[in-house]
Each structure stands twice: as C-alpha cells, then as structure tokens.
C-alpha cells in the first residue's frame, strides 16, 4: 500500500520543500537535503489538533506532534509561495492527517488528541477575556450617559450585564481544551477537504 503524503514549505527561512509520510511503523520526514528522519508511532506522547488563523492564512489549520524525546512537531495545511503569499493545501493535508491518526490510534491506544487551545494559552485568554469583561462593566456602570437620567437606567444596564454573561460563558465553554479520542476527531478539527467553508 502506498504511503500517505504530505507536502510542504513553512516559510521564507525554509530550504524547500519538505515532505511528511505515513509509514505503518513510523511518521517520515524529508527535507529538501534529501535526509530521512523516522519518528515511530509508540514514541509519540500528544497531539494537538486545531483551527490557527493569521493574516495572511484565514484557513489555516495545526498539527502538533510530540515525540517522546524530540521537539515538537508542528505540520500546517498552508504552503508558502514566496512574498508573503500562501497556498491553502487542505485536499492533500486532512487526508495525511487522518491517515497519522489512524497509525498513532493504533500505536497508542489510550492517547487522546488535544482540541483547541493549549492549557497555558487558553488560561492566559481567559485572563485577558476576563479583564476585558470586568472593565467593559465597569464603563457601563461608571460612565455617564443620557440613558441614566431615565428612571429605568439601571435595569436596562442591568440586562445588558445579563445578556453579557452567557455569551462569555459559551465563548468560555466552546474554547475549552479538551482531548477527545483519536478515532473520534471532530470536524470541526480539521479542514474541509474540498476548501468549503464549514
């Protein structure tokens, strides 16, 4: 059977190309050197999984591996062109990923894959979402506004708040990372083959 590719080049600092395979016993990697590397499957200790979007990749989407005694691996589904320009891979990069899973599952059967945020950053945006909530109710009730000669002000303020609230807990709740089996990856996780928006 023939393996699962995957091609690519980060950025501007990259050499060329590199290529990912999956291999039955082991993650593949070539540079543009033409230098093999094998990393086996038992050997990988987390996958994170998740949606990164920047400036210049709207679509962009992670693959973070961690071997054991390595530094981490991170595989995106963009391409650089050159000048800033970027090139969505997404029909060759879901299958690739599906295809490491599948061999990591296999490997690792207790292993769970990471959704979203890493604790450490998900924490620090919780502090800063936090902030800004605390000192947008802060405004809304320190500041003068023609509203506030009304005699129903406060409630209306008051249900402002209210409807604040759920917002930021749903925000808070659908951000959370959370692992999830590797045979059970959300869509949500990946990109759509197709480049459909989901």
């Known amino acids: ?7 690519s080049r980060w950025g501007a600092i990259s050499r060329g190309e590199r290529e990912w395979r999956v291999e039955p016993d082991a993650l593949v990697t070539r540079g543009a050197s033409g230098h093999e590397r094998r990393y086996p499957w038992k050997d990988f200790v987390s996958v994170r999984l998740c949606h990164e979007p920047t400036r210049a990749q ?3 989407y992670v693959f973070e591996l961690q071997p054991r005694h390595n ?15 970027y090139e969505e891979r997404s029909a060759s990069y879901t299958p690739f990923v599906r295809a490491a899973l599948t061999r990591l599952a296999e490997a690792n059967p207790k292993t769970q894959a990471l959704i979203g945020e890493t604790p450490k950053r998900y924490f620090l945006l919780l502090l800063a979402s936090l902030l800004g909530l605390g000192a947008l109710l802060y405004v809304l009730v320190a500041v003068r506004t023609p509203l506030d000669a009304l005699p129903f002000a406060n409630l209306v303020k008051l249900g402002v708040i209210l409807l604040m609230l759920p917002i930021f807990w749903g925000w808070v709740l659908k951000a959370m990372p959370r692992g999830v089996a590797l045979e059970a990856i959300p869509e949500r996780a990946l990109p759509p083959e197709n480049g459909a928006p989901r």
Do not use: A, D, Q
């Open 1 to 7: 059977m023939e393996p699962v590719k995957y091609v």
């Open 58 to 60: 709207p679509w962009r």
């Open 71 to 85: 530094r981490k691996i991170e595989i995106y589904n963009g391409h650089f062109l050159g000048g800033g320009k």
